[in-house]
């Protein structure tokens, strides 16, 4: 963002690219991290001893491992929950004015984003399991490994909203 505000790049397409990018990879990011700890988690409940270092390495090792696989399903969620709800906001921004004689709140880009993250994340983890008949992020095979998952996409969802539509916040 300081570079966007250093140069007064005003460029929609650039901003767009920068706040999706930057979404995804925090979103990527904090997925990945959160299925290396639920995973390291249930090697730890079944008496398994790692290391710090070796906990450490897995977390990079799964990093770079899930990033071709994961990483580009997260990327079409996410492409596919913006770009919805980037449709969907001026039809309830304007049913909410008639509604309403006070201004509209500009959170509501926050909101909306991270509602559209946390459903990306929860739609493709639910469609996972029936078309490939396997639970492939093996830290969501629990409701608190899913939810934490879903809490990566509501992260990037509210980060996009948030460097998407700064200059309305």
């Known amino acids: ?60 090792g799964d990093l770079f491992g899930l990033l071709p696989t994961y990483g580009a399903v997260i990327a079409i969620a996410l492409l596919l929950a913006f770009l919805i709800t980037h449709w969907a906001l001026p039809v309830i921004k304007n049913k909410q004015r008639l509604q309403t004689s006070t201004p509209h709140s500009p959170t509501i880009y926050l909101f909306m984003f991270g509602v559209a993250g946390t459903l990306a994340f929860w739609i493709m983890l639910s469609a996972m399991q029936p078309i490939l008949n396997v639970t492939l992020i093996a830290g969501a095979r629990t409701a608190l490994g899913t939810t934490a998952q879903c809490l990566a996409g509501l992260i990037g969802g509210v980060l996009y909203g948030k460097l998407r539509f700064n200059s309305r916040i």
Request: avoid cysteine; charged fraction near 15%; aromatic fraction near 22%.
């Open 1 to 60: 963002m300081y570079l966007l505000k250093k140069y007064r790049i005003k460029n929609t397409f650039f901003n767009s690219f920068f706040a999706f990018f930057t979404a995804w990879l925090t979103s990527f990011t904090l997925a990945s991290v959160f299925h290396s700890s639920f995973v390291l988690y249930e090697l730890h409940n079944i008496d398994v001893e790692i290391s710090v270092p070796e906990g450490a390495s897995m977390m990079i």
